[in-house]
């Protein structure tokens, strides 16, 4: 039974009791705290870096405790230690009296007859760990790369037979840096240079991404909000990492054609098929869930591209209209997100074997019935944010041989530290006709 309910005072002031009450919610239902973060308004920057952190560093945080604390604490007192040793470890920004005071007194705030024991515990914790910071660090050092990068130990020693151990390190080093914000310039409506300049004129230093790619990218320096750059609302740019643009570029949508986005949402690759599209032709953006297709109306909505017709559905059960077909179809499908660790950190913890033959069978399937709604001659790309090779190469070579009137005709996979963009597969499958 847990020490502690799950009831928090409804007025929080305190970051480090925010950040501890979501974190603390993630270990009860091991679903990722976003749309928690989204709900934060007061010091939402230092509490979404310490809950991503945090998620990231889940292994390394548990070894370093658990040479203070003899058993495994109720997991509100087990999130709050990892509030503290988080900021004494790996924040320097962090004020050291202020990490361990307010997240001491996040413990307290918990009404029950235990707390102050509790906080005592995790106040003589944290003690101990902020004058031994220099010593644990140095130990990890040693440490395996589980602890060190937080990893298990089964992803790690699968990359290590695909790819190497040097590209296995450098892959490790990648997911544990905090990512960028990364802004697509939408050209039919603002000329890159125009949107450089409208961006110095606000006074936000932005950089251009190196990745090469018909789109143009830019890097949005940390703390600036979205909503806050010049043309948000006017659909000036959409937030999407270059490695989104490889998909599309290989699907080659064109004026005047029919084309389906059939796992749509957010709906970054709608607008850019969009604007490749010129606003000319048919343009369909399906999605399954309702939350998701409200996120890709929004979309469609600020980067005004009108004639985006908005349809929900499963991809995995074929389009709705069964005789419908297509001259390109882009097939987004779901994935072990192995390529996106940076953004989706809590993905490491949930890769396991049956995982990857549950989402392969949804892979092919999709591939199977969507399959039929190209035209003869026409394009479909299946696209993963994923390095898996299971999910990629031999997912969609076995395919092409089992369905002869489709051909592979080409395929690229991104990998992150040496692409310096988010992982990603996408492979262009033409119907024969």
Sequence with gaps: ME????????????????????????????????????????DRAFVTELVYGIVRRKLTLEYIEQKYVERRPENY?????????????????????????????AVKSRRHK?????????????????????????????????????????????????????????????????????????????????????????GIDVQKHPFQSLETFVVLPRGVAVPKVPGYKEGWFTVQDPATSVSVELLDPRPGECVLDACAAPGGKTAMIAGLMEGKGELTAMDVHDDRLDTLADTIKRTGWDFVKMLKGDAAKGFPQKEQQFDAILLDVPCLNTGVM??????????????????????????????????????????????????????????AREHGDFRLVKAKRLFPPKSGTDGAYAALLVRKG
């Design 342 to 399: 940076r953004r989706r950190v809590d993905a490491r913890y949930r890769f396991t074997r049956d995982r990857i033959e549950m989402i392969k069978k949804t892979q092919r399937q999709i591939l199977n019935v969507m399959s039929k709604h190209v035209k003869p001659g026409g394009r479909m790309v299946y696209s993963t944010c994923s390095l898996e090779v299971e999910e990629n190469e031999e997912m969609v070579s076995r395919w």
């Design 3 to 42: 020490l502690f309910g799950s009831l928090l005072p409804p007025m929080k002031t305190n970051s480090r009791e925010v950040a501890a009450e979501i974190i603390y919610r993630w270990i009860e239902s091991e679903s990722f705290p976003d749309r928690q973060l989204s709900d934060v308004k007061d």
């Design 114 to 202: 235990d707390a102050i024991r509790a906080a005592g515990m995790v106040n003589a914790v944290l003690r101990n760990v902020q004058d031994e910071k220099a010593a644990i660090l140095q130990n990890l050092k040693k440490q395996s790369d589980e602890i060190r990068f937080s990893h298990p130990e089964s992803l790690i020693n699968r990359w290590v037979k695909q790819y190497g151990e040097r590209d296995t390190l450098q892959l490790l080093e990648w997911n544990n840096q905090a990512a960028e914000t990364i802004l697509r310039v939408e050209p039919a409506r603002i000329a890159p240079a125009d949107f450089m300049r409208a961006l110095e004129e606000a």
């Design 77 to 105: 007192i087990l999130a709050a230690l990892h509030v503290g040793v988080y900021q004494l470890c790996f924040m320097d920004n962090v004020e050291e009296f202020a990490a361990v005071h307010e997240t001491v007194e």
